[in-house]
Nanobody
Framework: QVQLVESGGGSVQAGGSLRLSCADS????????MGWFRQAPGKEREEVAT???????TAADSVTGRFTISRDNVKNTMYLQMNSLKPEDTAMYYC?????????????????WGQGTQVTVSS
């Protein structure tokens, strides 16, 4: 079973950059649609970006052009490169995965979740 562990969060000033990582600590195979989500205090969780096994990606309008999602299937690790960070990007960031074999572009839910990593952007 997949066990996801995020790292790379922290505090940064507006305009700065951070790189989040999400590793499957149990080293299961990498045939999962994976994604990054975030939740700010008092707000609903929102999808930030997704990446399929073939490398195809999606990204929320609010982060397009600033955030880049990628994955290394050999290392079973997913990344989120965040540039030009804004105070409104402040949130707990979670990585997630769907059941093996499911594509990202369907309505099946993400079933595996990490514990989250905090990103704080100050103005």
């Amino acid at each position: 079973q997949v066990q996801l562990v995020e790292s790379g969060g922290g505090s940064v000033q507006a305009g700065g950059s951070l790189r989040l990582s999400c590793a499957d600590s149990r080293h299961t195979d990498a045939r999962h649609c994976m994604g990054w989500f975030r939740q700010a205090p008092g707000k609903e969780r929102e999808e930030v970006a997704t990446i399929d096994v073939d490398g195809s990606t999606t990204a929320a309008d609010s982060v397009t052009g600033r955030f880049t999602i990628s994955r290394d299937n050999v290392k079973n690790t997913m990344y989120l490169q965040m540039n030009s960070l804004k105070p409104e990007d402040t949130a707990m960031y979670y990585c997630a995965a769907k059941l093996r074999g499911l594509k990202c572009n369907n309505s099946f839910a993400f079933v595996y979740w990490g514990q989250g990593t905090q990103v704080t952007v100050s103005s």
